[in-house]
């Protein structure tokens, strides 16, 4: 049934009764019908280009469908608590064909509104994302959906009747089926807005960098950028203006305008801009003025905003680059990142006119110093003289001879300063002995001399114990003087630039060690108190004697231990100290014998698929290791695909050649064998990409990932001596290769640990404990006693080697890493000299670089690492002493 009423009103408009009625509703229809409405949005969701077209659509689809009498879709911004109305629809407008949109020019403008407005005192309802239903007679019924995204309030849908009205289940359904689908609708479009404006900045970037590279001055520089930057903003006004040097005054040289009002030239006192803006560029900040048109702030004057852009160098604010309009306007982050980054380039070139500038005239000035005669030479020289010598940037004067050796013809006294060294001992002597043989001077110098083009590079001088850097660029001389080429070197000293670059690099290292120590405090916290809480209540239960839960409590405890350990493992992994037991691996094989446990791991929304090559190199790793890898890359796919998709693992052969090892740091040219993990997921933007071997870093939500998944592989890998690579793109999906060295021997899979409980000792079998911490010792002790061995125990390296040098038998040596002088690698060495065919088990909670090197034990050694089951070492231990 559906029941719908309407007002009658008294002569002042007020309702004095309702005249409604009920109709029974045909189900099969209204669904039918209602499908159908969903399947023609849908149509016209994915043929709309523009979002006023999807959102009017919506709301017109949905109003009529309903019977509703009034539909309205705003969009919230909670930041400044206002809503902007996109598109409103009522059955009082004149009737339109379903889903046309007007034309463009007959759009009504968007009308911004508090959020009050339109909340109606729900807002938190809405914030919460609940759908809020309303049947009230005196203020008409309604309901609206709120779209909730990244868990902010985004938008709002708003249905309202003409009067009382029962809203259906199916109707409310109905109305938060279309404003998801609308949503879904407005982001598509609106990646492809963002796309779209992305390759017009960038198709604007290259236009303008292309024009600067054709300027020839900085007038012209400065001209082409105001008009440039006013054009792509549609801004009244665009200008760039330089701070004086005692930082007073602000002079505007050039400015652009659309005409409608004046450019921005002439002088303003800094201190006009005001305090707080003022503060904010010499910071660095982009500052943003607002005005009523008027001329309180001379910056703004004949507009309402203007944005202003610091131009900052060696530390001080050096100008400012403005963009102006005529009306109110809200300052994106696009528009402030595009102005800075227009700012930037135009700086560049100011910097690259004003240095051939100032070469162009010191060349003509040299010229001229040839060129003159009698006094006009004594002059033209004079004036050269002058501007060579008190020119603060580095300037070097470098005759090419015909023997091909590039001498020094004259420094200025910045080029003394900066070698340390006064002219007597620079000039006339070879360019290699002055600056030294790691210099790359002479080099440029030959290199400028045979090509007759300026070239740039960096060098390093080392003066009374301090390394000093400069930026130079070379480049010839068309002068007369003597034999061979004439050569000009200008340099800037950018030695404090380098070390500020050093101090931000080691502060991030700082940074990136505090979030790592404070997630592992986190964690161990977390898992300390279901061991300690456990421990503590199984303790209490003892002095009451009750004992029904112990067993409980005591699976709470190792449950949390377990954890613990895991977590250890995955951190020595992530620091590339774990013990590697490297063997041949046969790839193929292992991702063989993975493949149902991948399966049941993935679930059956997913398909799997392996491919494995062909004649597939054995590659040198740790088995074990590998499958974690491949398990932990193959959860991480699956939950990248929470609606399904494909996962495939594939093995390859490959050969990182010169070329792709150029272009990767740390990764060595050679054979190694591919193995890559790809999914049709969500992918990775680059933000994400570039964090993601990061300690704790984790794109899941709380209790879902430790973020140390990544981090593991990237240790396992980087152990190994391998290399990982991760290519992804956002809604495409991710690929991960692992390359592992190739193996020259013949390869095998990793075999699971027998699952039946560990056989007894055989009679005589004997076992040395080396073990510092006596709750440790003692329990390795009662394993083995327990299992029928002899064990032979002592606290420290020197006591188990008098063991060891006498006549007792010993069949396995089980010593701790870590012990106090002698540690458990060299007692094993030493031990090895008068038993070579010693058979020796490493226990340690963490892997020592001077005990093992690069990780790797030798045959017959082999590694457990604490907390260890003690299932495990017994049958670790047995093992050991039958098969070595």
């Not at 090419?400 to 200025?412: I, K, L, M, T």
């Not at 002068?479 to 080691?506: F, K, N, P, V």
């Not at 954890?563 to 292992?590: G, I, W, Y």
Request: proline content about 5%; charged content about 25%.
């Amino acid at each position: 049934m559906r029941s719908r009423a309407e007002p009658r009103r008294d002569r002042a408009g007020a309702p004095i009764l309702w005249h409604g009625r009920t109709e029974a509703l045909d189900w099969r229809r209204v669904v039918e019908n209602r499908q159908a409405l969903l399947l023609d949005l849908a149509d016209r969701f994915r043929a709309a280009t523009e979002r006023h077209d999807i959102v009017a659509t919506a709301t017109a689809a949905l109003g009529r469908e309903i019977g509703a009498a009034r539909v309205v879709y705003a969009e919230i911004d909670l930041a400044h608590h206002e809503a902007t109305v996109e598109a409103e629809w009522s059955r009082a407008e004149p009737a339109v064909p379903p889903g046309d949109a007007p034309e463009p020019e007959g759009r009504p403008a968007p009308v911004t509104v508090p959020l009050e407005r339109l909340a109606l005192g729900r807002r938190a309802e809405f914030e919460a994302g609940m759908t809020v239903v309303a049947s009230d007679a005196a203020t008409g019924a309604g309901l609206a959906v709120p779209l909730i995204r990244d868990g902010r309030l985004r938008a709002l849908f708003h249905v309202a009747a003409e009067g009382p009205r029962a809203w259906l289940p199916e109707e409310v359904a109905l109305v938060e089926d279309v404003a998801t689908r609308s949503w879904d609708a407005l982001e598509r479009i609106a990646s492809a807005a963002i796309l779209r404006r992305n390759q017009a900045r960038q198709s604007f970037l290259l236009v303008l960098g292309d024009r600067l590279r054709e300027a020839v001055d900085v007038a012209e520089i400065t001209e082409i950028t105001a008009e440039a930057l006013g054009r792509q903003l549609h801004v009244a006004r665009a200008g760039y203006g330089e701070v004086s040097l005692d930082g007073a005054s602000l002079a505007f040289a050039t400015g652009w305008s659309d005409g409608g009002v004046p450019p921005l030239v002439g002088t303003l006192p800094f201190a006009s801009l005001g305090a707080a803006p003022g503060e904010d560029l010499r910071r660095g900040l982009t500052a943003v003025f607002e005005g009523g048109g008027g001329a309180e702030v001379p910056l703004v004057a004949g507009v309402d905003t203007v944005m202003a852009v610091p131009l900052i160098r060696d530390g001080r604010l050096r100008a400012v680059l403005t963009a102006g309009r005529r009306d109110r306007h809200r300052w994106t982050a696009e528009e402030i990142a595009l102005v800075g980054e227009v700012a930037a380039r135009m700086w560049e070139a100011l910097e690259r006119a004003r240095a051939e500038a100032a070469l162009l005239d010191l060349n003509a000035t040299l010229e001229s110093r040839v060129g003159q005669r009698t006094a006009e030479l004594a002059s033209s020289e004079a004036r050269f003289r002058t501007l060579f010598e008190n020119a603060p940037a580095v300037i070097v004067l470098i005759r090419v001879g015909p023997d091909g050796q590039p001498v020094f013809e004259a420094v200025n006294a910045a080029a003394e300063a900066f070698m340390g060294r006064p002219a007597s001992d620079i000039i006339g002597r070879d360019v290699a002995a002055v600056a030294g043989p790691g210099d790359p001077l002479r080099e440029r110098s030959l290199e400028c001399a045979a090509t007759g083009q300026p070239v740039q590079y960096e060098t390093s001088l080392e003066v009374e114990g301090e390394v000093r850097t400069a930026e130079s660029v070379l480049a010839p001389l068309a002068i007369d003087g003597g034999e061979g080429q004439m050569l000009i070197a200008i340099s800037r000293d950018i030695t404090a630039q380098r070390s500020i670059e050093e101090q931000l690099r080691q502060a991030q290292k700082m940074e990136a060690i505090g979030q790592l120590t404070g997630g592992i405090a986190h964690d161990f916290n977390n898992l300390l108190t279901g061991i300690i809480g456990s421990l503590a209540l199984m303790q209490k239960r003892l002095a009451q004697g009750r004992t029904e839960t112990l067993e409980r409590y005591a699976g709470l405890a190792l449950a949390s231990a377990n954890r613990a350990a895991a977590l250890t493992h995955r951190l020595l992994a992530f620091s590339r100290r774990q013990p590697l037991e490297a063997k041949a691996v046969d790839a193929n094989a292992l991702v063989v014998s993975m493949e149902d446990l991948l399966r049941r791991t993935i679930g059956e929304s997913i398909v799997f698929q392996s491919v494995e090559t062909p004649g597939l190199w054995p590659t040198l790793c740790d088995p074990h290791q590998l499958e974690n890898a491949l398990l932990n890359l193959a959860i991480n796919a699956r939950d990248a695909m929470p609606d399904g998709g494909r996962l495939t693992i594939e093995t390859a052969n490959a050969v990182l050649d010169e070329a792709y090892v150029a272009r990767e740091p740390g990764v060595a040219a050679g054979q190694y064998v591919m193995l890559s993990v790809t999914d049709t997921g969500t992918g990775m933007p680059p933000d994400v990409m570039a964090r993601a071997f990061d300690p704790f870093f984790t794109t899941k939500p709380i209790g879902q990932g430790t973020g140390l998944g990544l981090s593991m592989i990237y240790g396992f890998v980087k152990q190994s001596d391998g290399h990982i690579k991760i290519y992804s793109e956002p809604g495409q999906g991710t690929s991960i290769k692992i390359f592992l060295p190739r193996s020259q021997g013949a390869g095998e899979a990793a075999q699971p640990e027998a699952g039946e409980a560990a056989p007894r000792a055989e009679e005589g079998d004997t076992v040395l404990v080396v073990e510092d911490d006596v709750t440790v010792r003692d329990l390795v002790l009662e394993v083995l006693r327990e299992l029928g061995y002899t064990a032979l125990q002592a606290p420290d390296g020197p006591a188990g080697l008098a063991l060891l040098r006498s006549a007792r038998r010993v069949d396995l040596l089980v010593t701790d890493v870590g012990l106090p002088g002698m540690n458990g690698r060299q007692l094993a060495d030493q031990a090895r000299a008068a038993r070579p065919d010693l058979k020796v088990l490493f226990i340690t909670g963490y892997a020592e670089n001077a005990a093992f090197g690069n990780g790797h034990l030798d045959p017959d050694m082999q590694m457990m690492t604490k907390p260890f089951a003690v299932d495990a070492l017994a049958k670790r231990i047995r093992a050991m002493i039958r098969h070595g």
